[in-house]
């Protein structure tokens, strides 16, 4: 399957990167990207993706939305549950109980707005996730909010990425 872009030259400017931040913290960005895979062993492909697009969703991560939502419909995620996400609460009948639990564990991490993440929200995500499976999930919640803050604190430009760029 061959997927197009929107050519976007008749609309508004790109805004300009603040920095190449990994150009100048290379050691910084293998570890990040170390963490990265050593996160996502033995989780669901396809879950991970969810997962990432949801925190990047929550912290105004243009960039990561851009490279998550296209290695996710690459990887055969339908565009209806990726644009559903922005409507959890609504839209739980498009996902398995597993895939929701990951989910609001993601807002829970992501957001922290009660200083904590709530007992019941860890309790249903350790329902469906064995303790290791459950760490790896933390793991990758952490790391898509790493990328995130970087992402978004440098600018990082938005719609070049193409599936699998960075693998």
Same mark, same amino acid.
């Given at each position: ?7 976007? =030259?008749? #609309?508004?400017?790109? !805004?300009?990167? /603040? ?49 998550? =939502? ?8 339908t ?13 739980? !009948? ?17 957001v ?31 790391t898509?909010?790493?990328?995130? /803050?970087?992402?978004?604190? =440098?600018?990082?430009?938005?719609? #070049? ?7």
């Amino acid at each position: 399957m061959t997927t197009t872009y929107a050519d976007t =030259t008749a #609309h508004a400017p790109e !805004h300009t990167p /603040r920095m190449g931040w990994a150009k100048h913290a290379p050691e910084v960005y293998k570890a990040i990207v170390g963490l990265e895979m050593a996160a996502r062993k033995g989780l669901d492909p396809a879950l991970v993706e969810l997962v990432k697009i949801r925190a990047s969703q929550l912290n105004h991560c243009a960039f990561c939305l851009d490279m998550h =939502t296209k290695d996710a419909i690459a990887g055969g995620e339908t565009v209806e549950r990726i644009v559903q996400l922005t409507a959890l609460e609504e839209s739980r !009948h498009f996902y398995t109980e597993k895939e929701v639990a990951a989910l609001e564990l993601t807002e829970a991490v992501t957001v922290l707005t009660e200083g904590f993440v709530p007992d019941e929200v860890y309790e249903k995500a350790a329902k469906h996730f064995e303790e290791k499976e459950l760490s790896h999930l933390i793991a990758i919640i952490a790391t898509i909010n790493v990328w995130n /803050r970087f992402a978004v604190t =440098t600018r990082m430009v938005p719609g #070049h990425y193409t599936p699998g760029m960075f693998k």
